[in-house]
Structures are given as structure tokens and as C-alpha cells.
């Protein structure tokens, strides 16, 4: 049957009450008892105003019958976009987009498209965003809906481009970075592994370096930073990360709550004049003290950590302890931005992380409240384990210089944590 607005000859956006004036005024020219009547003809005509002589049929048809080829040839070429993309994400994707026009299934009206674009009318001045139902869009122009091409340029002559899902998905990301749950390039790697380390468990989610576009989350787990790439995760998402009311919560159900761009700042410059200020206590040996090195001089110096900066995390504090013949190596960024506050000198940053690394090794990894590390101060009756001063390793290394630089492997090396 062809379109039952057409053989009514009706707009198809007519009330219930025209489409019965309609249909009487038809069925009396067509009527096959009156002169020039059509049997076939009124038979069409009865068989549409069935369809919808009541609201609901009207209702039914308007939303899943109506223009149903143009509705289909239009999706085949242009991005039509789910009703999961309500009315005020599409207002929003608009409004950063102007002059594009954005379409959509119809969230309360099932069948229903429509489209949402930021622009003037040559009736008006400033700009505003329209909503606008297609329908009669698609009865104007439907005899230019016969092929996906031919779809596209007459919609595209009348509303220009369309914004695609590659648009809106790099929309989705620009608004993460602005609202500071992804990190910008502008924040380096190397940062980013120091506040991963800072704060253990906890992801960053960042902009990648070397993949423009692509998001990586960093996270410290079991001694090591690790990286996956989410943005395939981000892609699948994007309608529901544009709807969500809180992008922090919905992140967070999913990775867990993310370091965002504030606390990554402050953290950052609080773990910077943390470290500054224990390196200020002359206790922290150069990074060309290695790694071996250091545990040879952990050895001869049981349960006493060796302060030294990192070889292979530029720019952190490392500790390396033999307590209890267990071997242990500590990056310091968790201790040092734990204790910030409590840091006003050089001396104050030392005592402190000797006392943080005193209940790390008592508790085995695990870290403490400010009250609980009093309690187990008392408990275990000391409260610190001090650090091995520079003049200690070189006298030691006036005394036996091959066993620090050359004969490590010599020595009965402990079980390593």
C-alpha cells in the first residue's frame, strides 16, 4: 500500500479530525455508486482510513509505518544515532558543533527521527538550538530517497553534514580532558609513574604519547606500573558516558576511582617538596649507586635501609633493606606524599620515612593510618630503622672496595620480597 497520507491527501502531520474529513470528503468522489467512482481506489482508501480512524492506530503508524523507506534509506547514509542519545547530550553535541546537525531514534516516540542542530534562521539574529522532527522532511523531499547516495545529498542540501560517531567519540574524549578524569599530554609519563606510585590501586587515566587519540590507564599493582589501552572500552561506551550524570562515578564503577587532574597536581607538587626535602638530608646516595651495589651494602648493613635515587625511576627516592635476611626494595613516593604534611625540614623527612619504613617492613607492605603507626611504634618498641649515612658506606667501601664493585656475586644473597 503506498503511503496512507497520500491517498487521504493529507499533510502527514494532520490530527485524528482532518483524517475523518478527509476520508469523507474521498470516499464520496470515489464511491463505486456515484458517477466517475472507482472501486479499486475507494477500496485503497477504506483500507488506509483503517489504519488509522482512531488515535492510537494514528499514533502507531505515524511512529513505525510512516516513511518507513525514507526512514531506512536516510540511516543507510547518514549517522542516525540511538535513543539512548537523549535530548540534552544531543543539545550539548550541538552546542559544541554548530551549524552541524546531529540525528537521532526518537526517545519518546519509537520510529520517530530527529535532529538537533545549533544555527540561525534567516529569521533570526543570534543562533539557538532546533529540534526538529523529520517527517515532514521526509514528505517533501521523498521522492529524492531512492538510494543511500541520493539520501545523503538531499539532506545534506538541506541541513549540511551530519555529525558521525567518530565525531561524537571524539567529543566524548575531549569533554573527559576538560573535565579533568583523562590527563593531556601536557602530563608526562614519567609523572604519571610517580603519582601511580604514590598512590597504589589507584588509576590514571592519560592521553596516549605515542597513539594521538588513544587512552591509556596506568595503575601500580604487585611492584609494577602497568598500562592498558581502554579507548576501545571508551568507544563501545561513549552513549552512556554522554548521558551519565556523573562521569567520575561512571568512570569509577568501571576502573575504580581515578586520580583526576586536581589531585594529580597537587599531588604531584606535594611529593615534589617531599622529595626535595629528603634529599636535603645529604642521606640519599646518587642513582649511580646501583641497584646491586646497594643490596651488597644492605648485607653489611642489616635492617638498615640504604636511601638512594632510583636508576630506572628518574626522579624517585628507592630504599633497599635486608631486614630479617629478607631483601627488599621500596620506591619511597607512597611514604613521601603520605607524610607531606608532617615534613618542615630536611631532618623532620627523614625521621619519618625511617619511621614509615620501620612499619613497612613490620607489617609486610601494609600501610598504616597516622594513629595506627603510633600504636605500632609502641608495640614493637622502636620507632624507626635509621638509614645508613654516607660516611658509613664509604668507609665500608674504603674497607672493601671489590665487594661493593666487583665480587657480588660472592656473597649469599638473601630471599628477595
Not at 537521532?104 to 534567516?122: D, F, H, N
Not at 581515578?258 to 638530608?281: H, K, M, R
Request: net charge neutral; aromatic share 6%.
Amino acid at each position: 500500500m503506498n503511503n496512507v497520507f497520500d491517498i487521504l491527501g493529507i499533510a502527514p502531520t494532520a490530527e485524528l479530525r482532518l483524517v475523518s474529513t478527509a476520508y469523507k470528503k474521498k470516499a464520496l468522489e470515489l464511491h463505486p455508486d456515484r458517477a466517475g467512482g472507482d472501486t479499486a481506489k475507494f477500496q485503497s482508501l477504506t483500507e488506509a482510513y483503517e489504519l488509522v480512524n482512531e488515535q492510537a492506530k494514528l499514533d502507531m503508524y505515524y511512529q513505525h509505518r510512516l516513511f518507513a523507506a525514507e526512514k531506512q534509506a536516510l540511516r543507510d547514509s547518514v549517522t542516525v544515532h540511538s535513543a539512548e542519545l537523549n535530548r540534552t547530550a544531543t543539545t550539548n553535541i550541538a552546542l559544541a558543533m554548530p551549524n552541524r546537525p546531529i540525528v537521532r531514534e526518537s526517545t519518546s516516540m519509537p520510529g520517530l527521527i530527529v535532529m538537533t542542530i545549533y544555527a540561525k534562521t534567516a529569521q533570526e539574529n543570534t543562533p539557538r538550538v532546533h529540534q526538529i522532527d523529520l517527517t515532514d522532511f521526509f514528505h517533501n523531499n521523498r521522492h529524492d530517497f531512492v538510494s543511500a547516495e541520493s539520501s545523503r545529498q538531499c539532506f545534506e542540501k538541506n541541513y549540511g553534514k551530519a555529525i558521525n560517531q567518530g565525531e561524537v567519540l571524539k567529543l566524548v574524549k575531549q569533554m573527559l580532558v576538560k573535565k579533568g578524569i583523562v590527563l593531556s599530554n601536557t602530563c608526562s609519563d614519567s609523572d604519571c609513574d610517580k603519582m601511580a606510585y604514590a598512590l597504589p590501586l589507584r588509576p590514571i587515566l592519560k592521553l596516549s604519547d605515542s597513539a594521538p587519540g588513544e587512552i591509556v590507564l596506568a595503575r601500580f599493582d604487585k611492584g609494577l606500573v602497568k598500562r592498558s589501552n581502554i579507548t576501545a572500552w571508551v568507544g563501545s561506551n561513549y552513549l552512556s558516558l554522554l548521558v551519565a550524570g556523573d562521569l567520575k562515578q561512571t568512570m569509577a564503577k568501571k576502573f575504580g576511582k581515578v586520580i583526576c587532574l586536581d589531585e594529580f597536581n597537587q599531588g604531584l607538587t606535594e611529593l615534589s617538596q617531599a622529595t626535595e626535602l629528603l634529599n636535603a638530608s645529604d642521606m640519599v646516595q646518587p642513582s649511580t649507586l646501583s641497584r646491586r651495589q646497594s643490596e651488597t651494602l644492605a648485607l653489611a648493613f642489616p635492617d638498615r635501609p640504604i636511601l638512594r635515587q632510583s636508576t630506572s625511576q628518574h626522579g624517585m627516592i628507592a630504599a633497599t633493606i635486608c631486614y630479617k635476611n629478607q631483601m627488599q626494595h621500596l620506591i619511597l613516593n607512597e611514604l613521601l606524599l603520605n607524610n607531606s604534611s608532617c615534613f618542615n625540614s630536611a631532618e623532620s623527612a627523614l625521621n619519618r620515612i625511617e619511621e614509615g619504613i620501620f612499619l613497612l617492613c613490620k607489617s609486610k607492605w601494609e600501610v598504616f593510618s597516622e594513629a595506627e603507626s603510633e600504636a605500632k611504634t609502641s608495640e614493637h618498641g622502636a620507632s624507626r630503622l635509621e638509614a645508613v649515612t654516607p660516611q658509613e658506606i664509604i668507609n665500608f667501601r674504603r674497607r672493601s672496595p671489590s665487594i661493593v664493585d666487583d665480587s657480588y656475586t660472592t656473597i649469599q644473597r638473601p630471599r628477595m620480597t
